[in-house]
């Protein structure tokens, strides 16, 4: 079981930079799929971005080349590095976990239901 927590987020100018980070407190962190989520009001939540167990990195489009995912697997630490922001970008951001899904589902795509795991969120907004 996965037991996680965002920080990084705020407010900030179209243009500009935030990173948000995902803190770890169960165990087993470096068998899980993780991924990044958002929600905006009104709206699905949809993948950001993905990182499976072996390292490997997938974006939705509207954020490929824009933001970049990674994970510690000492320090337990998922962050997501988000340049160019867009007023678009303002959504709650979830962090999210899971141990079963296997790296070809482990993907942005992925259906929300599918990870068994998340945080609170931390909410991100950006001003034109």
């Known amino acids: 079981q996965a037991h996680l927590a965002e920080s990084g987020g705020g407010s900030v100018q179209s243009g500009g930079s935030l990173r948000l980070s995902c803190v770890d407190a169960?165990?087993?962190?470096?068998?899980?799929?993780m991924a990044w989520f958002r929600q905006a009001p009104g709206k699905e939540r949809e993948g950001v971005a993905t990182i499976d167990v072996d390292g490997a990195t997938y974006y939705s489009e509207s954020v490929k080349g824009r933001f970049t995912i990674s994970r510690d697997n000492v320090k337990k630490i998922l962050s997501l590095q988000m340049n160019s922001l867009k007023p678009e970008d303002t959504a709650m951001y979830y962090c999210?976990?899971?141990?079963?899904?296997?790296?070809?589902?482990?993907?942005?795509?992925?259906?929300?239901?599918?990870?068994?795991?998340w945080g609170q969120g931390t909410q991100v907004t950006v001003s034109s």
């Open positions: 999210a976990a899971d141990k079963y899904l296997v790296s070809r589902n482990c993907k942005p795509n992925t259906n929300a239901s599918r990870f068994d795991n």
């Open positions: 169960g165990s087993a962190w470096s068998r899980f799929c």
